[in-house]
């Protein structure tokens, strides 16, 4: 498998050499790999840590700017990043007004950022935690007790970042995180294995004609096989999945955001084709659509396929979605 | 080879009407094939229309709204719009003031593009045209006499469309497009072909532990194939390539803007591990980087690779590249 890297050992830190020369207005750390919102603790704002694995790119350095995250903590490929990592983000970002972190419900981010929390805690800093698990696929997965969190993270960070920007308390951006992830679920497809640069081969086998419902963004087990399906089929597929699953939590009306995520191997093409077969089936099912995303956003190295995420959002979470936000992925407004 | 489509004789209808469906602000086409700005004629400005084989997006239609191009001409995967599409795009958005149709240099699109201007100027609509050819690796390729079109498209779109946001008068859009594309080099490298849905496996062969140095964004031939190379071998082959070009044209000295751009199937992990040594490239030449642009911008399907594209800006150059822009993929300011 050929990748366009220097070596398996150095492609998070070369990553992060290229995120600092491409923007200057980041403070990037390619030891410690830290990427911190420049003046994140000056602001007397929250400041909002995020972080995972790499390999799911922009997912969150990507994120880190004015609007959204204050402080991102990428671990090796597929592997979270140590407490060290995390405590050194929210000391970078803490303006005396708390840090929330924003964990995916992996094991392994689950431990590191609790104790990352607790740490911080000693040195004085005010910490919660928001953990995002809208996964709908399977529950108690290859890494995860409970739900895996994917593409609602993207959201949690958006709509949390804003109402941190506003100057929104600790206890009320933590409680919009929440709400945010209580409103979101998400299903995603592959139609390829991804490759990791340490292994250099597929890190799982997906035969020619078949794909798999409801992978995970690590390449996790998901539902089941079929035979290859087309865009309509696996629209009708995940959004039914994403729909069934929402109408037992949520109002069951109302506007979503949607996501519609490429893996990161699928063309923007094929993803925009998806996106209208997805756009049709939430029509079929009367759910208005008031924002969309289409692309690359909690992708998964080279895998090809998509997932859908859906928030049903009301007038507040849309109107913070709508706030300005500069980071490299996320840029609207000013 | 698994695509995310219904059909592959629906690929480019269906992502238009994803596109209408996810970005509202556009009145699009899909059975035209033609993707305009909301309100297009109305603005008293100069008309940008371009446009070329599907297969690259976002461009073109990714580029379509304020800020940058007042209508995109889609055509089939890696074929010319027809003369008529353009010539619908040009109705579209003429307001009296003109319109300046940006063409990547392939025979097909210069021919359907130039019958088009013909048509239109039949029809009262004064027309100019840039021609875009950038990519310094072969003159004279497999659809191209001359050199072929590819990065500097965008560079071309944005700055040229800043100047007409502003109300610059036709002539002098056309002439800051001709300036930005006599400033542009470009250089692609493949580590996989791609596949087009029409033919459902790679376009061409490229065995592995071999990459392709020059690749066009068609697949078409390079200048040579080599044994696997590190990020940071690729990043001297290609800066080296473009700098030592750009030298016998512009200004020897001043800042350039910068697009190091994923082929497609690349993930962003390592899109900015390589803009890591771009930029290192570029420092050790004494090269300031003055805006730096890492992502799927050009891209050719799904494709392994990347390429890096060079345009040195004057002030003028810079302001215009800074000003707001509201387009699916590439969005800032206000």
Redesign the interface.
Known sequence: M??????PE???A??????????PDLDVDPEARVVVRKGASEGGRVGLVSGGG??H??LHG?FVGPGMLSAACPGE?FTSPVPDQVLRAAKAVDSGQGVLFIVKNYTGDVLNFDMAAELAEEDGIRVQRVLVDDDVAVTDSLYTAGRRGTGATLFVEKIAGAAAEEGAPLEQVAAVAERVNKASRSFGVA??ACTTPAKGSPTFDLP??E?ELGIGIHGEPGRERRP?M???E?AEFAVGAVLDDLANVAPADGPVLAL?NGM??????????????V?RVLADRGVP?AR???G?YV?S??M???SVTLCRADDELLRLWDAPV?T?AL????
Not at 331 to 334: A, D, E, I, P, S
């Open positions: 050929k990748m366009l890297i220097n070596s150095t492609v998070v070369d990553a992060l050499r290229g995120l600092a020369a491409a923007h790499s390999g790119e922009p990507g490929v139609l390829s020619d004609g794909l290859m087309s865009a309509r696996i519609v990161g191997a699928t063309p923007l093409l094929e993803l925009y084709g998806f996106h209208a077969e756009a659509v969309t995303l289409v690359n992708t190295l080279d090809a396929g998509c500069q490299p840029r609207w407004g000013r």
